[in-house]
């Protein structure tokens, strides 16, 4: 596309942008959703206290080691199958 051409393109495009209708949000929400109470706000500092637990690091990665090994011996057990 040429230089001069180009600024028109994008300004067509631009005003046809400009031309669409938007839907109304508030009549796609549902009652359920109007009556649904907030969430609850927690400090930040108790969110990450919890966060750097070491319980459930520890056990994330004895899940992790538990897996991997499990994926190593399957992949062992296909290696020695016979190709057909």
Do not use: W
């Not at 938007?22 to 649904?36: C, F, I, Q, T, Y």
């Amino acid at each position: 596309m040429t230089r001069p051409a180009l600024p028109l393109c994008l300004g067509a495009l631009l005003m046809l942008a400009a031309c669409a209708s938007l839907p109304d949000v508030a009549m796609r929400e549902s009652a359920v959703a109007k009556a649904a109470a907030y969430p609850t706000l927690a400090p930040m500092p108790d969110l990450l206290a919890a966060a750097d637990a070491p319980g459930r690091a520890t056990t994330a990665e004895a899940e992790l080691e538990a897996r991997a090994a499990r994926l190593r011996a399957r992949a062992a057990g296909l290696r020695q199958m016979p190709a057909d």
